[in-house]
């Protein structure tokens, strides 16, 4: 069955960095559109960043543009985010998504048909 595991999450200072990952299994990974998808406490769901499933074209959403990055490695099956410059306003869960197809769909979510545990991020003095 799919599986998607997030790890990296944790406690940083603003103007931190911190890289998560997540390891996927149980489907094609090559084949598949990811994404990150972040939910702050109290608030909704909000799309961070897509990945084309060839990463040829990376998306990114404004709050986080300049500062995040996204990137897969197809032969290892990892998802990566590294976040530079950290806000208090990114503290959130944040999860790795698989689409349903090779090209990112930005904040579709129906779009979307596998979601991992998430991984908690915390930014704070």
């Known amino acids: 069955q799919v599986q998607l595991v997030e790890s990296g999450g944790g406690l940083v200072q603003p103007g931190g960095s911190l890289r998560l990952s997540c390891t996927a299994s149980?489907?094609?990974?090559?084949?598949?559109?990811m994404s990150w998808v972040r939910q702050a406490p109290g608030k909704g769901l909000e799309w961070v960043s897509g990945?084309?499933?060839?990463?040829?074209?990376?998306f990114y959403a404004d709050s986080v543009k300049g500062r995040f990055t996204i990137s897969r490695d197809n032969a290892k099956n990892t998802l990566s985010l590294q976040m530079n410059s950290l806000k208090p306003e990114d503290t959130a869960v944040y999860y790795c998504?698989?689409?349903?197809?090779?090209?990112?769909?930005?904040?579709?979510?129906?779009?979307?048909?596998?979601w991992g545990q998430g991984t908690q991020v915390t930014v704070s003095s």
């Open positions: 149980g489907f094609t990974f090559s084949n598949y559109a």
């Open positions: 998504v698989k689409e349903r197809k090779a090209v990112a769909a930005g904040n579709r979510y129906a779009d979307y048909d596998y």
């Open positions: 990945i084309n499933s060839g990463s040829d074209s990376t």
